[in-house]
Nanobody, 125 residues
């Protein structure tokens, strides 16, 4: 059974930094893609960033240059490092994953299957 467990998040001041962690387990194939999403109550979930098995990353325009996705395959952990945080970045952040069958399979536009529990990020102005 695939499990996605998130950690990190919390309260940070405007301009501060946080790192979110996403630990994936239970994949029966060596390749999987991981996406990060966020959601504000009352609004639709927004895609933020993703990374594939080859380490190729994609970012939404709203976070490009400020957020970085990285992965450590040895520990099956993916990180979302968030810098220069703004009040509009405040949301519940979700990590999601999906197995793939190719090392370079894209992480963009994927129908993610396995989701983490979400972790809140609050940015005070």
């Amino acid at each position: 059974e695939v499990q996605i467990v998130q950690s990190g998040g919390g309260l940070v001041q405007d301009g501060g930094s946080l790192r979110l962690t996403c630990a994936a387990s239970g994949f029966t194939t060596p390749y999987y893609v991981v996406g990060w999403f966020r959601q504000v109550p009352g609004r639709e979930r927004e895609w933020v960033a993703c990374v594939n098995s080859a380490g190729t990353t994609h970012y939404s325009d709203s976070v490009k240059g400020r957020f970085t996705v990285s992965r450590d395959d040895a520990s099956k952990t993916v990180y979302l490092s968030m810098n220069s945080l703004k009040p509009e970045d405040a949301a519940v952040y979700y990590c999601a994953a999906r197995r793939t069958f190719a090392f370079r399979a894209t992480c963009a536009g994927v129908d993610y299957v396995n989701w983490g529990q979400g972790t809140p990020v609050t940015v005070s102005s």
